[in-house]
């Protein structure tokens, strides 16, 4: 088993930045994708950044070169910035990981990130 633990969301006004970050821990032989998806107010859950072996990323069409996905392999630990934020990025971002090129297995509980002035 794999457990994921978010850290970072939070109250930010437009145009603002936040960095999420995600600390898995347990055993991580079966992971070599990490990724953050987010659930907005009324809509379905959607991919925001993922990050497979290699360092190969893929995101969002509506946050790419807003949004920049890292991870630090030693540490077990995948980070989220976000720049430049819209309202319409407001929602539960959850940390996830799994085997690239399949549905991910593991899910943290979520870090709210709200978008207001």
């Known amino acids: 088993q794999v457990q994921l633990a978010e850290s970072g969301g939070g109250l930010v006004q437009p145009g603002g930045s936040l960095t999420l970050s995600c600390i898995a821990s347990?055993?991580?032989?079966?992971?070599?994708?990490m990724g953050w998806y987010r659930q907005g107010p009324g809509k379905q859950r959607e991919m925001v950044a993922i990050?497979?072996?290699?360092?190969?990323?893929m995101y969002l069409d509506s946050v790419k070169g807003r949004f920049t996905i890292s991870r630090d392999n030693a540490k077990n630990t995948v980070t989220l910035q976000m720049t430049d934020l819209k309202p319409e990025d407001t929602a539960l971002y959850s940390c996830?990981?799994?085997?690239?090129?399949?549905?991910?297995?593991?899910w943290g509980r979520g870090t709210q990130v709200t978008v207001s002035a």
């Open positions: 996830a990981a799994g085997r690239a090129g399949r549905a991910m297995d593991y």
């Open positions: 347990g055993n991580m032989d079966r992971v070599n994708a």
């Open positions: 990050i497979h072996p290699g360092e190969h990323t």
